[in-house]
């Protein structure tokens, strides 16, 4: 239990690091002993963030024991996304700068690099307005993050319309991996669009470049953004195709 609470705050401090939380924004995990709920910091800037911050909590959004300790007040879309999703064990929410843009403006978010090909091909933009009216757009009860959820459905991401955006993983490795490479996706993405037409991965493209990608892609990013923020690197066995390179 302790390396995954120690895991969990590398990734907040790796997050930080990298740039795609400031103060806001929250990584959580599905917590390894109790599929029903998971594991959260109380609300703190992620940069900040050490483990007697983390807190456990029900998929919804009750503290296991708060101690005084104040939670987010979106933890409600960690909860919905792991209940709605057995696959998941990692869940990001951020508002990168570079994912916003293609939250209002109608251009979607598409896969342009073969190490961005994680977000998949059909990335769907949540409207809060939509089903709840006009709303200060924070996911603050389960009806809202359960709404999200449904958007996302069995993606790796979705965009939050004037907010941001949510990424689910199998792994905290795969999740915070996911998130870099989906702000750099977006960089990338409108860049290009000022250069003219832009050819996107299609999607047997990206199915082969998932196929041979397994934990020694994560695990080598990991330990360079560990060193970068400054945390201890725990290394783990490297599985898939490119594991022997």
Sequence with gaps: MREAL??????????????IVDSFGHVSIRHPDAPDRYLLSRARAPECIEVDDVMEFTLEGAAIDAGGRKPYAERFIHGAV????SDVHAVVHHHSPGVIPFGVTGTPLRPIMHMCASMGTDVPVWDS???????????????MARDLAAALGNRPVALM???????????LREVVFNSIYL???????????????????????VQAILTTRGSF???????RWCRRAGRPYDA???????AKL
Aim: hydrophobic residues 35%; proline residues 2%.
């Design 6 to 19: 120690e895991d969990l705050v590398t990734a907040n401090r790796i997050l930080a690091r990298e740039g």
């Design 82 to 85: 792991y209940e709605a999703r």
């Design 129 to 143: 307005r939509t089903s709840f009216g006009d709303t200060n757009l924070l996911v603050t009860n389960m009806d």
């Design 161 to 171: 319309r004037g907010h941001g955006c949510v990424v689910a993983g199998g792994s």
């Design 183 to 205: 702000e750099l996706n977006a960089d990338l993405q409108m860049k290009a669009h000022t250069l003219g037409e832009v050819t996107f991965l299609s999607e047997g493209e």
């Design 217 to 223: 892609t994560f695990e080598r990013a990991w330990e």
């Design 236 to 242: 783990r066995p490297m599985e898939g195709p490119l």
